[in-house]
Each structure stands twice: as C-alpha cells, then as structure tokens.
C-alpha cells in the first residue's frame, strides 16, 4: 500500500530554515507520473496548501511562502523536499505531503484533490 513518511521537521527561530522531507513508497507507477503537494494545519485553523510540484517538475505556490519556500522531488529516491527560508511564526504548524496522479492544477491547494497523505511534520518558528 503507498505510504507517505515525512520528517526533518522541528523548531528554528524566525528568519531561520527547515528542510522537510517525504519519502515515498508504494505507488503503483512512479513518482514521476504523480502531482505532490505539500499542506500546512495551524491549531485551529484550516489545512491549506503551501506548495505543489507538477508532473513536469513544475511548482506551485500559495501567496503566502512564495519566494521563501522551494518544492522540489527526486524521482530515483522517491522523496518529496520543502525548503523552506525565511521562517516566520506564522509558518508553525503540522506540515503534511499529500500525493494524487490526478489533481488539477488549477485545484492543487484543495485536499480532496489528492488521495495520499502522510502523518505530519511539526514545524514550529518562535
């Protein structure tokens, strides 16, 4: 079954950077032909989409992180990155990749669009 394990999550001060990471296993083709996307939860707020990468490597990002997080994939590894610069408190929260052969690029930032998720990531900015 396809298993979605992130890590390399933890706290940094502001202005600080984190890598978090996604290895991937169990996909029935591979990654390649998969869109990734990464989500974020904030206690006591809504899951939203922080980035996307396409099947052509292409990336997404949601208005708030773009210029300061980076997604990016390596196929021979199966592993999903976030690099994320310039962390702000606002950035804390659970980090989550999610995975889809299907989503829309138009709706990459919506949950439903994608059908593999991993457990989560605690990244915490103070």
């Known amino acids: 079954h396809v298993q979605l394990v992130e890590s390399g999550g933890g706290s940094v001060q502001a202005g600080g950077s984190l890598r978090v990471s996604c290895l991937v296993s169990g996909l029935t083709y591979t990654m390649s032909e998969y869109r990734f996307g990464w989500f974020r939860q904030a206690p006591g707020k809504e899951r939203e989409g922080v980035a996307t990468?396409?099947?052509?490597?292409?990336?997404s990002y949601a208005d708030s992180v773009k210029g300061r997080f980076a997604i990016s994939k390596d196929n021979a590894k199966n592993t999903l990155y976030l690099q994320m610069d310039s962390l702000k408190p606002d950035d804390t929260a659970m980090y989550y990749c999610?995975?889809?052969?299907?989503?829309?690029?138009?709706?990459?930032?919506?949950?439903?669009?994608?059908?593999?998720w991993g457990q989560g990531t605690q990244v915490t900015v103070s």
């Open positions: 990468i396409d099947t052509d490597g292409s990336p």
């Open positions: 999610a995975g889809s052969r299907f989503a829309i690029h138009n709706r990459w930032n919506l949950e439903y669009e994608y059908n593999y």
